[in-house]
Structure formats: structure tokens, C-alpha cells
């Protein structure tokens, strides 16, 4: 144990079966960190994922909840995802709704700009409208109406959007919404 400043401490557990943990505090005395450390313990992962709030989805959620989501914007947008791409939420740890939410929806506006961007530059104009069609029911996912409430990301996601219809789709979309 050792401390970055007088209410800023960090531990490291000795390697346990390949693994090791460091358990940092901020904020916090020297003696209300080692409080502190006295009622941390290792649980399961039934037992992690009990203790997380109730928005949070755990790993053994992940694609029942992201089926769920895919379906109610498909439900809006008409379309799945696009030929020869899928939705890949089976490995990934427990997040809260927020941050699955845009890890879903991301994966799905990602692969419609993408096949917009192979079609507009392939001359293929008719698939081109097909993901402008897609996206341009952005506005209504309610995915997004559920995150807007407490974040940013559908404000951006609908930027992208829009610009995207006008022509204008910007190089810097792939960061924005976390695109692979």
C-alpha cells in the first residue's frame, strides 16, 4: 500500500491465480482507507451481478438486452442490420444501461453509415438511399429517447445523422459514436 497524496491511497493484492487487483481511493484518510479495505472481500460473479443497480446489465444479459433494443429500432427503422454485418455484444462486462445502450446502438448507426459510405463511393446509389432511409428514422429510436434523458450521445448520433442526409458526412462520426 502507498499513498499518492495524504487522501489518495492505492493497494495491490499479491498475484492469485494470474491474477492481481489494485484497489485505489480518493477523498479518503489514510485510516478511512484502510476502513475501507477491511470490507472489501472477492465474490462471485452471481453475487457481483446481484449487487449492481437495477439499470445495469450484466453479462449474462448482454444479448437478450441488446436483442431487445435492436428490435424496438428495427421496429422503427424497418431494417435490420446490413448484409454481411451483425450486432457483437456476447463478450463484454457488465454497464449501465447508458453505456450498453450506446454500445448497442453504435454497433447498428456505425454498419448503416459504413454501408452508406461503401455505396456512395461504389456508385451504388440505390443502397446508398436505403441507409440514408435507415438512419433517417434515427430520430424516433426509443433507445435514444431513453439515453437523452440522461446523456449526450443521441444528440451526437442525431447530428451525425442529419449530416449524413445533407451530404455531409463527417470523417470524425467513427469516433464520435465509438465505431469499431
Not at 438511399?129 to 450521445?153: F, N
Not at 449530416?163 to 469499431?180: K, P, V
Request: with cysteine; charged share 25%.
Amino acid at each position: 500500500m502507498w499513498a499518492y497524496t495524504s487522501d489518495d491511497h492505492t493497494a495491490i493484492r499479491e498475484v492469485e491465480d494470474g491474477h492481481w487487483m489494485e484497489f485505489r481511493a480518493q477523498g479518503v484518510s489514510r485510516a478511512g482507507y484502510l476502513a475501507l479495505l477491511d470490507q472489501l472481500r472477492i465474490v462471485s460473479e452471481s453475487e457481483f451481478d446481484a449487487s449492481l443497480p437495477d439499470d445495469y446489465v450484466t453479462e449474462g444479459e448482454r444479448t437478450g438486452a441488446a436483442d431487445l433494443i435492436i428490435a424496438d429500432i428495427q421496429a422503427v427503422s424497418g431494417a435490420g442490420f446490413p448484409a454481411g454485418t451483425a450486432l457483437q455484444v456476447a463478450d463484454g462486462d457488465a454497464k449501465d444501461r447508458y453505456q450498453f445502450g450506446a454500445e448497442v446502438v453504435g454497433q447498428y448507426t456505425c454498419a448503416w453509415l459504413e454501408a452508406y459510405e461503401n455505396a456512395e463511393t461504389h456508385g451504388q446509389r440505390g443502397r446508398a438511399q436505403e441507409a440514408l432511409a435507415v438512419l433517417s428514422t434515427s430520430h424516433d429510436w426509443p433507445i435514444l429517447h431513453e439515453m437523452d434523458k440522461t446523456g449526450g450521445y443521441s444528440e451526437v448520433l442525431w447530428q451525425i445523422a442529419d449530416e449524413a442526409q445533407a451530404g455531409q458526412l463527417q470523417e470524425w462520426y467513427r469516433e464520435g459514436l465509438g465505431c469499431q
